[in-house]
C-alpha cells in the first residue's frame, strides 16, 4: 500500500521568527508518527532555517520551484543542485500560480522537473485544469497533456530516473486553491484515478507505486474524506499549512489511512 504523503507550500510567507515558531509546533505535534510522510516547502531563504530545525525529525524539506537551467546567465534563478545541497527532499514543479504568473509551458515545467530529478530531488509536479476548462468539459484533456509532457515529452533516461527519486503527482483543480472551495471525494478519486491509468500506459508497476496527492483547499475538516479515496495518496496543503495545529491534524488523520479505509 501507498503510505500517504501531507506537504505544506508555504508559498510566499514566513518569517525566521514564525517559522521557528511553527516548525516547533509541528515537530511537538508530529513526533514519532511514522505512518504517514510529512514535509513542507519553504521559500528558498528559508530552506537553510528548515534544514537546522528538521534534520533528524520525521518531517521533510523541499523548494517550492527549480530553475530549468543548472547555471549561467539567468538572473535571480535558483538551481536544482543548488538546493539539494540544503537537504531538501522534494520540490514542488508547476504549481498553478507559478503556470499562470510566468506563462509556464508544460514543456517548461518538464524541463524543471527533469532538472529536479536529475539532482536526485522528488518532484511535486502539479497538474489541474481552471473552472473555465472544467466547465467546458475539458478537465481530463487539459490534465492528460500536463501528464504527457513527463511520460512522453522526457527522454527515456529521465523517466527511469523520475522513477528511483519516488516521483510524486499534485492533483490541483486551479478553481479549488485557496478559496475554500474543496474538490469532492468523487472529483478527486476520479481525476486521480484517471492520472493512474495515463501512467500505467506506459509502466504499470510505476502507476501502482506512484503517490497522486490532492490539493485545493484541504483542511482538517475535510481531510479524512479525500484521504479515504483509494487513489488520493495524500495532500498539498497551502493555507493550512502556516497553522502547526491544522497542517498537524491533516497529517494525522494522513498516518490513520488504515481507518479512513474501514470507514469510507
Ligand atoms: P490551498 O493551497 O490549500 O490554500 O488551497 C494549495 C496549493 O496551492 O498548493
Redesign the pocket.
Known amino acids: 500500500m501507498r503510505q500517504k504523503l501531507v506537504v505544506g ?1 508555504w ?1 510566499l510567507n514566513g518569517s525566521l521568527l514564525n517559522n521557528k515558531a511553527l516548525i516547533a509546533g509541528l515537530l511537538e505535534r508530529l513526533k514519532g508518527i511514522n505512518t504517514a510522510d510529512f514535509a513542507i516547502c519553504v521559500p528558498y531563504t528559508y530552506l537553510f532555517q528548515a534544514q537546522n530545525l528538521l534534520k533528524d525529525s520525521n518531517i521533510e524539506w523541499g523548494a517550492q520551484n527549480v530553475s530549468q537551467f543548472d547555471g549561467g546567465a539567468h538572473t535571480s534563478s535558483i538551481s536544482a543542485p543548488m538546493i539539494a545541497e540544503f537537504g531538501c527532499k522534494y520540490v ?1 514543479i508547476g ?3 507559478r503556470r499562470a504568473l510566468s506563462n509556464e509551458s508544460n514543456q517548461k515545467a518538464a524541463r524543471r522537473f527533469a532538472r529536479a530529478v536529475d539532482a536526485g530531488l522528488t518532484p511535486i509536479y ?1 497538474v489541474g485544469e481552471t473552472l473555465e476548462e472544467r466547465a467546458a468539459g475539458l478537465a481530463e484533456n487539459v490534465v492528460k497533456n500536463q501528464i504527457l509532457a513527463i511520460t512522453h515529452g522526457l527522454d527515456e533516461i529521465v523517466f527511469e530516473r523520475a522513477k528511483q527519486v519516488e516521483t510524486v503527482i ?1 492533483y ?1 483543480p486551479v478553481w ?4 475554500g472551495q474543496t474538490a469532492s471525494p468523487q472529483q478527486a478519486q476520479q481525476m486521480h484515478a484517471f492520472i493512474r491509468d495515463l501512467i500505467a500506459k506506459v509502466d504499470v508497476d510505476f502507476a501502482s507505486k506512484v503517490r497522486i496527492i490532492y ?4 483542511t482538517p475538516a475535510n481531510a479524512s474524506a479525500l484521504l479515504a479515496m483509494p487513489d488520493v495518496d495524500g495532500g ?6 502556516l497553522l502547526a495545529d491544522d497542517f498537524s491534524q491533516i497529517c494525522k488523520k494522513a498516518s490513520m489511512a488504515d481507518q479512513l479505509y474501514l470507514v469510507a
Open positions: 507550500n508559498k514542488i504549481h498553478s500560480e502539479c499534485a490541483e479549488a486553491i485557496g478559496n490539493g485545493g483547499s484541504m498539498l496543503i497551502g493555507r493550512c499549512a
